[in-house]
């Protein structure tokens, strides 16, 4: 059963999908063309947004917002022609929902009232009830999906254990994980109970969401690379690993994409987990991800006696690239699509950028990517 399927026979009644390319090349299946989404997509670069954020007064009171939430993710669909849209809220739902009051001050990103730096800090926080204090996050699914009313699959999304702790150690963004690493090579044991506890909270929200609507789910690791090799795998991997298989017992049919920003390098680490995709970011040359990912199925299947499916990959466009002109977006996507399909397997691939869009970019070259990815002929 699909993941559009699998919705759509729960109580929502949702509309079937009419655009399941994504799905599809998740799946090897053929496709007529590439799919395309961008991370970030709605946000600070398109105008619209910016009217509906200073409508709705700050950015939480936008995400809480159900129909503001819903109009600021089609804002995107409205202009480009994309192949998913992605649920409008953030990572850090959830420690604001375990009471560490994040806020954003203009200009500075995300911060936190309250930071998480005790074995007492961590007992501290709260076992979440994701349908309670989560619940606008849920609502803004089902609203979003209906509202889409199957024109392309919805992301639902969350933020890996790993790097959410980056978030709640720090205070807030950090840009040398100063506390975070202290903790990790002084009181492993400690962060270990926070990123115990993340796993569950992180399970039971994406679970949540795809009850609510979401048809397939991307974690995001947004920090993971900040982990040297081996300390990647016990504090980061593991984690994915677990959320990711705890997952496909309650929705196997919902697909999940792995994003490790800087996890180019350990993709056969990543390989053993049962998520779909794995995103990339542009450092990862898409001919050399798809061997590795092939030659990790090879071991995996022979160590676990029984065939290993193959993973997609998401990625990988410099953002910066939408600084340049027209042309030099549409050179860089042939060569990147080109790169992607080496292998001749003309599936298995979601194009995308290699990390979010920046508030910088003039819409019309996000269009002129979208339409670039879409013209490459297979
Ligand atoms: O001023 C504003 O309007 C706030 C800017 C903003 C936006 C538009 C923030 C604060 N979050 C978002 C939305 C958001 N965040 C989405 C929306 C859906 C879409 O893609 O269209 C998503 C998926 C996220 C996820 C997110 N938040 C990540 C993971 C993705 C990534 O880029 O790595 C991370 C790391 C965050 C934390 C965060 N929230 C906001 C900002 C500016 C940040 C990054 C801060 C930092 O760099 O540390």
């Known amino acids: 059963m699909s993941a559009s399927e699998y919705n759509s026979s729960s109580t929502h009644n949702f509309a079937p999908l009419k655009n399941d390319r994504l799905l599809r090349a998740l799946r090897f299946e053929p496709i007529d063309t590439t799919p395309v989404w961008m991370m970030r997509q709605a946000g600070r670069y398109l105008p619209e947004y ?12 936008l995400c809480k917002d159900t129909d503001r939430a819903t109009e600021v993710t089609l804002q995107p669909l409205r202009r480009f022609d994309l192949d998913a849209a992605i649920l409008f809220s953030d990572i850090l739902t959830i420690p604001d929902a375990m009471g560490q009051g994040l806020y954003f001050e203009t200009g500075e990103g995300p911060k936190f009232k309250h930071q998480v730096r005790t074995r007492s800090d961590i007992e501290r926080l709260p076992a979440l009830d994701v349908n309670d204090s989560l619940d606008y996050v849920m609502r803004a699914v089902t609203s979003i999906r209906k509202a889409l009313n199957g024109q392309v699959p919805l992301f639902g999304f969350s933020g890996s254990p790993w790097t959410l702790a980056t978030y709640m150690i720090e205070g807030g963004s950090s840009k040398d ?3 975070t690493k202290d903790m990790l090579y002084n009181k492993p044991e400690l962060l270990h109970l926070l990123l115990d506890k993340l796993a569950v909270a992180v399970t039971d929200y994406l679970d949540a969401q795809i009850v609510a609507g979401a048809q397939i ?3 995001f690791d ?11 795998i016990d504090f980061s991997h593991t984690y994915n690993k677990r959320i990711i298989a705890n997952l496909k017992v309650r929705h196997p049919d919902v697909p999940v994409v792995l994003f490790t920003k800087g996890g180019g390098l350990w993709l056969n680490t990543q390989a053993d987990s049962e998520a779909d995709a794995l995103g990339l970011d542009w450092t990862m040359p898409l001919d050399r991800a798809r061997q590795v990912l092939t ?6 299947t022979k160590q676990h006696k029984k065939l290993q499916s193959s993973k997609a990959i998401q990625g990988n466009l410099d953002p910066a690239t939408l600084y340049g002109s027209p042309e030099t977006i549409r050179r860089e996507v042939t060569l990147m699509l080109d790169n992607a399909y080496a292998d001749g397997e003309k599936t298995g691939y979601v194009a995308n950028l290699g990390h979010g869009i920046t508030q910088w970019v003039d819409p019309e070259h996000a269009k002129v990517f979208v339409d670039a990815v879409h013209d490459y002929k297979l």
């Open 177 to 179: 994980y100063r506390y």
């Open 217 to 219: 789910v991307q974690i």
């Open 295 to 300: 030659e990790s199925q090879r071991q995996l």
């Open 222 to 232: 947004s920090w993971g690379g900040a982990l040297a090799h081996r300390q990647f």
């Open 50 to 61: 910016k009217a509906t954020r200073a409508e709705a007064g700050d950015f939480m009171s």
